[in-house]
Antibody
Framework: EVQLVESGGGLVKPGGSLRLSCAASAFKFSSYFMTWVRQVPGKGLEWVSS????????YYGDSVKGRFTISRDNAKNSLYLQMDSLRAEDTAVYYC??????????????WGQGTMVTVS | DIQMTQSPSTLSASVGDRVTITCRAS??????LAWYQQKPGKAPKLLIF???SLESGVPSRFSGSGSGTEFTLTISSLQPDDFATYYCQQYNSYLYTFGQGTKLDIK
């Protein structure tokens, strides 16, 4: 079964750091753009960052640019989000998601279950 | 950034009703629009991509239409499982943006 499983969330103090991971299974991970999307509980969805299959292209939302770093390890079928200089407004559930056909401009067809990050 | 505006924010309907949710983009996005369904405590689920293409496994009572700046999601006959929050998302630009969501609840 095609699956994404996030881990690494937790409670961190303002100014601290956290690294999220997303383990992919049952598909050719290296062929797909991968994305992080976050959601403040009870609120809407916000795109955070995307990375191409080869890691040649990385994109960030304005609210996290310069503080977050997306990366991937295709040998380990894993996606990461290094979050530094965390702020209270970064508190959210973080989802990893797969681009449907491997292009940059893509809908997200597979989502993980999410991992909660609390900055307080 | 492209702004996405959904209406209504909340919609009350009954099983068997036909419902329509609208999504407007602040500039043309061609057909680069997706619709997602989200239930409490769960990840979003892709329903429609490229404005009108039904994702595999999604019931045919869901349909999407539109292009440019105005789009609709229609559920032809509401089922109990359809009560959820729906989001549109543009992917014309890699600066992806989502609508604020439409909560569909039981009348």
């Amino acid at each position: 079964e095609v699956q994404l499983v996030e881990s690494g969330g937790g409670l961190v103090k303002p100014g601290g750091s956290l690294r999220l991971s997303c383990a992919a299974s049952a598909f050719k991970f290296s062929s797909y753009f991968m994305t992080w999307v976050r959601q403040v509980p009870g609120k809407g969805l916000e795109w955070v960052s995307s990375i191409s299959g080869s890691s040649g292209y990385m994109y960030y939302g304005d609210s996290v640019k310069g503080r977050f770093t997306i990366s991937r390890d295709n040998a380990k079928n894993s996606l990461y989000l290094q979050m530094d200089s965390l702020r209270a407004e970064d508190t959210a559930v973080y989802y990893c998601a797969r681009g449907r056909v491997g292009a940059l401009r893509d809908a997200f067809d597979i989502w993980g279950q999410g991992t909660m990050v609390t900055v307080s | 950034d492209i702004q996405m505006t959904q209406s209504p924010s909340t919609l009350s309907a009954s099983v068997g009703d036909r419902v329509t949710i609208t999504c407007r983009a602040s500039q043309s996005i061609s057909s680069w629009l997706a619709w997602y369904q989200q239930k409490p405590g769960k990840a979003p689920k892709l329903l429609i991509f490229k404005a009108s293409s039904l994702e595999s496994g999604v019931p045919s009572r869901f349909s999407g239409s539109g292009s440019g700046t105005e789009f609709t999601l229609t559920i032809s006959s509401l089922q109990p499982d359809d009560f959820a929050t729906y989001y549109c998302q543009q992917y014309n630009s890699y600066l992806y943006t989502f609508g604020q969501g439409t909560k569909l609840d039981i009348k």
